[in-house]
């Protein structure tokens, strides 16, 4: 009987620690959409500031600031801007879900 409810245990043990898993990395994929796509959404403003206003230098500021985030993720500009893409859209579905 002893040996039935210590692996008994062990089984909803090791259940409930699957379940936080699945939880924490749902939790870290949210997180990370979140600041992906607040970050392309900066990137977004910035470029409609500068349309806007049209600042001395502006243009060449915001190109050379998005070209060393782009090599600092590793990425081509055709990667970061699907990496965009994706992320809002992602974004946008989980905002719809929680309302």
């Known amino acids: 009987m002893k040996r039935w409810v210590i692996g008994a245990f062990c089984f909803l043990i090791s259940g409930l620690a699957q379940s936080q898993d699945k939880d924490l990395k ?31 230098g502006g243009d060449e500021f915001i190109e050379r600031f998005l070209n060393t985030e782009i090599s600092r993720l590793g990425m081509s500009l055709q990667e970061f801007m699907k990496l965009c893409t994706d992320s809002i859209e992602s974004y946008n579905k989980l905002k719809r879900m929680s309302e």
Request: hydrophobic content about 50%; glycine content about 6%; overall charge neutral.
């Open 26 to 56: 749902f939790a870290n994929d949210m997180l990370v959409t979140a600041k992906v796509a607040g970050m392309c959404g900066t990137f977004k403003q910035m470029f409609a500031f500068q349309e806007a206003t049209q600042m001395p």
